[in-house]
Structures are given as structure tokens and as C-alpha cells.
């Protein structure tokens, strides 16, 4: 029995004073299997992922070198399908391509190539709101916004960005 605890001390299993330290955690169910491991990255960060009864991880919370937060919902193929960090959500399909992503600034929805299609932004004052259409090159073609006065605008643009036809109060 003295061995078996200067053993697990020794391991980083126990301390002196009750806490369990270790490299990584590893949570198995009655069967035995992995259902959710606590480690950290290759750089040092924490990581906590949950796995599903066929051990595929589904689910991750974890820090990034920064400090900064975020979550994934993974599916069973093992992409990424919504990935939430401190500034912002994205909402991924099958392929793992981001089809919606709300970001500090404004809210985009993207085509199945992955190519931004829509987008509803603020500017960083916060006064002038837009709503732009793309192309499937990411060319604003269609554009409604309203200026830091409030004042509207409403333009088509072509391939280069020039304006062909517009209208403002």
C-alpha cells in the first residue's frame, strides 16, 4: 500500500495537501471508452474536449495562446459545425466551408464554395449601417446603406466596383 502511494505521488497523481495534478484527465465510461479528456495544446493552452460513445470528439472548449475562449460543435465526420470565440460565431455546413458568421461588426452569409454572398455591417462609430449583395468573386454588386447622418443610399455597382446606377436622399 506504501509503495502504491509513493507510487501515484510520484506520477503527479496526489500532493500533500489533497490536489490531483496531472499532464491530462481522461473521463471513460462503464465500458471503458474515452468520453472526455482535459490536456492542453501544444502550446500550452487548455483543452477540453467530449467525445461521443464511438470516442469521435463532438464538442471542445479551450483557450488559444492569447487567452482568448471558444467552443466547437463538431459533427460526426469530425468538422467543425458552429465555432463561437469572443468575437464571433460562425456556422460551418458538411464540408466544414462557413455558410453564416456574426462578427463584432455586422453578420455574413456565405455560398456553399465558401465565398461571401451577404452581409449586414455597422461602421466602428456605429451611426452607418449597410447591407451589401455579392457576386461569387465576393464583389459587392448591390449596396443599401445609410451614411453617419442618416442619410440613405442605394447603388448597383459592376465587377470593378464602379457605380452604375444610384439613388440618395
Known sequence: LTLAVVT????????????VEAREFILKSEDGKDRAILSTTASGSPY???????ESQRAALGLDANGASSFASIDAEGNA??????TGLQVCDKGGKT????HQMGFTLSDPRGKKRAGLV???SGDAPSLGLH???????????LDGDGVP?????????????????
Open 8 to 19: 501515484l505521488i510520484g506520477v503527479g497523481w496526489t500532493s500533500p495537501d489533497g490536489t
Open 48 to 54: 477540453l474536449a467530449f467525445l461521443d460513445g464511438q
Open 81 to 86: 459545425r458552429v465555432i463561437l470565440t469572443e
Open 99 to 102: 455558410r453564416a458568421s456574426v
Open 122 to 124: 455597422v461602421s466602428a
Open 135 to 145: 457576386d461569387g468573386e465576393e464583389r459587392t454588386r448591390t449596396l443599401l446603406a
Open 153 to 169: 443610399h442605394f447603388g448597383f455597382l459592376d465587377a470593378d466596383g464602379k457605380t452604375t446606377w444610384s439613388a440618395s436622399k
